[in-house]
């Protein structure tokens, strides 16, 4: 079993950036497969990102492409996500998760931990 807890999450103008972060406790956090998903007022949960436990490979949300990166240091039990020119659309609540399945799994009921979820507002 493994705990996420995100953070870095706050208020940020259209153009911004903001640089998410995950840690991770109780089991070996580097045998999970990762992902961030966020879920915005009056919609459904969306994929993010994901990252791939071994070997750095990574795959993102149309929405994101070109905007954020997703990395990780399993010696530190750790997952980001840098976003960068945000727009107000990327407002929501990020969650951090965890998955023992195959990777960049863009379902969310694929990913069987989830952190509490950190809030991002962008402004016009």
């Known amino acids: 079993q493994v705990q996420l807890v995100e953070s870095g999450g706050g208020f940020v103008q259209a153009g911004g950036s903001l640089r998410l972060s995950c840690a991770a406790s109780?089991?070996?956090?580097?045998?999970?497969?990762r992902g961030w998903f966020r879920q915005g007022p009056g919609k459904e949960r969306e994929f993010v990102a994901a990252l791939r436990r071994f070997g750095g490979f990574t795959r993102y949300g149309d929405s994101v492409k070109g905007r954020f990166t997703i990395s990780g240091d399993n010696a530190k039990s750790m997952v980001y996500l840098q976003m960068n020119s945000l727009k107000p659309e990327d407002t929501a609540v990020y969650y951090c998760?965890?998955?023992?399945?195959?990777?960049?799994?863009?379902?969310?009921?694929?990913?069987?931990?989830w952190g509490q979820g950190t809030q991002v507002t962008v402004s016009s």
């Open positions: 109780g089991r070996s956090f580097s045998t999970y497969n």
């Open positions: 998760a965890a998955s023992t399945g195959s990777w960049g799994n863009a379902d969310s009921r694929e990913y069987a931990y």
